[in-house]
């Protein structure tokens, strides 16, 4: 058996093995099914809230029943201070 003599290497960075993170399916669906951006900066203001906005990453504070049901209310988060879906008057990603 010969031995191997020569070893390839590309140049760059080493590839990095992150296995895919399986939340990432989940809150896509949460975004389409609400319509909000999940994850992402975003300036909310609030009705019926004691802050009038927030502004923030967009999180999930209880992942939602299952199936998904729009009529449903999320409970959000952003920077700890949480609300709930129905109380958005308006969003906008910054």
Known sequence: MESQQEFLFADGPAPQMH??????GFYAEVSATWQLPMGQIVRVDLKEHD??????????????DLPLDQRQPLVL????VEFSSQQIAAWAVV
């Open 77 to 80: 988060r952003i920077r700890g």
């Open 51 to 64: 802050l009038a906005s927030l502004q923030g990453l967009l999180e999930l504070s209880h992942a939602p």
């Open 19 to 24: 296995p895919p993170d399986p939340r990432s």
